[in-house]
């Protein structure tokens, strides 16, 4: 058993570990569009379940992030969430792009961990960076 009380699922801990600079992470709702075959983590168990921002800070706590992207779409939609990504990404700067490109750039993404969030626009790519 691990000894922190950080990531404890074995395919999350293992996605973190794995994960190189520039790499694309995207935590998302319970209703985005995974891409076929992409590497999909779902910790999803019933609607809202996990909360998008518990998965969040869940990756948070063990990932370097240099950059973000996320649907422009959740300013109007669900601005709490954007303001919830801003006071977690300090300093960092969060691309806004409409949600049709976002779905776009999840394409290029090493994994996805799924939320059971029920929050329209609630996902995130987070860019990797490096801890030196």
């Known amino acids: 058993m691990r000894k922190t ?6 395919a999350l801990s293992r996605v973190i570990s794995e994960t190189g600079h520039t790499d694309l992470i995207v935590v998302t709702d319970a209703g985005l569009p995974i891409p076929p075959g ?6 999803a168990y019933r609607p809202g379940s996990p ?18 992207t ?7 939609q669900s601005p709490h969430v954007l303001a919830a990504l801003r006071e ?20 290029g ?3 996805f961990v799924r939320s059971g969030e029920f929050t329209p626009y ?4 987070l860019h990797a960076g490096v801890a030196y």
């Open 109 to 111: 993404a090493r994994a």
């Open 51 to 68: 909360a998008f921002l518990d998965v969040l800070d869940t990756v948070l706590a063990e990932l370097v992030v240099e950059g973000a």
């Open 88 to 107: 977690r990404l300090p300093g960092i700067e969060i691309d806004l792009v409409p949600h049709v490109e976002f779905k776009k750039q999840t394409h």
């Open 38 to 43: 992409a590497e999909r983590i779902d910790l």
């Open 5 to 10: 009380s950080t990531t404890i699922n074995p």
């Open 122 to 125: 609630a996902n995130v790519i």
């Open 70 to 76: 996320v649907s422009a779409e959740v300013a109007e």
